[in-house]
T-cell receptor, first 117, second 114 residues
């Protein structure tokens, strides 16, 4: 079984400031990690994913995340945020290919990022 | 290339009524997933299909819930005898054979049970 903990339910930040959204996971098997963004009354859009290889992954809209296996973390960062980044962000985990939980996403509770002018 | 579509986008029903939602995945995506999202929570897995076969169902999917994907294309999710606790956003996602770990989500169907 897997679980995801997003350590901050809300993160307020000023425009052009850097931001970090924190995510920790728990799993007994190898995992894939994802960050999704959800705008009000919309579905989820994939920001980035970690499958294997380089632990620093870059995604859309200037976001990046770093996989840290020893700390079981996958924090999301952006060096300079815009008003349009205001949304809810979800961290998710699935088992790696070949495992029983492959393809089934387990989500955290979400972090609401609010960018103020 | 159209994305995942869901119909209806909103549904208001009275307790005890049956409702059915439809999901059309991205063309040629062989996997299709259903999730439920309640206010202030992340999505929770309900079930998934590989082609027309339903491979896994969550314990969240009570006997009142049934999902089908008869021809391996679109899918329906039916809730019988709705309860107020069924009020939620129902999300559908699909993934392709060549990248099954990457799911593309539809806009969701928001259900309100009065």
């Amino acid at each position: 079984a897997q679980s995801v903990t997003q350590l901050d339910s809300q993160v307020p930040v000023f425009e052009e400031a850097p931001v970090e959204l924190r995510c920790n996971y728990s799993s007994s098997v190898s995992v894939y990690l994802f960050w999704y963004v959800q705008y009000p009354n919309q579905g989820l859009q994939l920001l980035l994913k970690y499958l294997s290889g380089s632990t620093l992954v870059k995604g859309i809209n200037g976001f990046e995340a770093e996989f840290n296996k020893s700390q079981t973390s996958f924090h999301l960062r952006k060096p300079s945020v815009h008003i349009s980044d205001t949304a809810e962000y979800f961290c998710a985990v699935s088992g790696a290919a070949g495992g029983t939980s492959y393809g089934k996403l387990t989500f955290g509770q979400g972090t609401i990022l609010t960018v103020h002018p | 290339d159209t994305g995942v579509s869901q119909d209806p986008r909103h549904k208001i029903t009275k307790r005890g009524q049956n409702v059915t939602f439809r999901c059309d995945p991205i063309s040629e995506h062989n996997r299709l997933y259903w999730y439920r999202q309640t206010l202030g929570q992340g999505p929770e897995f309900l079930t998934y299909f590989q082609n027309e076969a339903q491979l896994e169902k969550s314990r969240l999917l009570s006997d009142r819930f049934s999902a089908e994907r008869p021809k391996g294309s679109f899918s329906t999710l039916e809730i019988q005898r709705t309860e107020q606790g069924d009020s939620a956003m129902y999300l559908c996602a699909s993934s392709p054979l060549w990248s099954q770990e990457t799911q593309y989500f539809g806009p969701g169907t928001r259900l309100l049970v009065l």
